[in-house]
């Protein structure tokens, strides 16, 4: 059974967006050659704040690739970077991935708040806009 996994980070200054956009590719590269991915697909929001959704064979080989080479990295960093961080995921029967309102209310109701060492008021309040639906700002991951 698929498992579909949603993040929601907003970097809480401009000083910090070279790093993570640097730090974003590598984990780009490394997710589109994971054993299990299925697809992704990433959304950058307003006030620098980016979504990822994606589908995985099961929670193994998403927990694998979370906690392993340029995303194992990335992960301690975001806790100076960003002022909001919250990430959900579930089971399905299909690989199918949510649209983006939907991520939003799994966020918005099962989302795990990830500490952040400088938290916006959404963060402490559990409380984040939804993303704009139709943005052009997104990016499709395949596996290669």
């Known amino acids: ?27 780009k590269r490394q997710i589109i050659k994971a054993h299990g991915f299925l697809r992704g697909r990433l959304l950058v929001d307003k006030g ?6 994606t589908a995985w064979t099961d929670e193994a ?9 340029a995303h194992k990295r990335a992960m301690p960093k975001l806790q100076n970077w960003c002022s909001e961080s919250t990430s959900v995921h579930w089971n399905q029967d299909n690989d199918e991935l949510p649209d983006w309102n939907r991520a939003h209310d799994r966020i918005v109701k099962n989302g795990r708040v990830i500490y952040v060492k400088a938290p916006s008021e959404f963060q402490k309040e ?12 997104q990016q499709e991951l395949r596996p290669t």
Not at 126 to 137: E, G, L, T, W
């Open 61 to 69: 080989s998403m927990r694998a690739f979370r906690d392993s080479a």
């Open 1 to 27: 059974m698929p498992i579909i996994s949603v993040t929601r980070l907003r970097i809480r200054s401009f000083r910090f967006l070279p790093q993570f956009l640097w730090m974003n590719s590598a984990v």
């Open 126 to 137: 559990k409380r984040f806009p939804a993303p704009p639906s139709s943005s052009k700002m």
């Open 48 to 53: 620098f704040t980016f979504w990822t959704t």
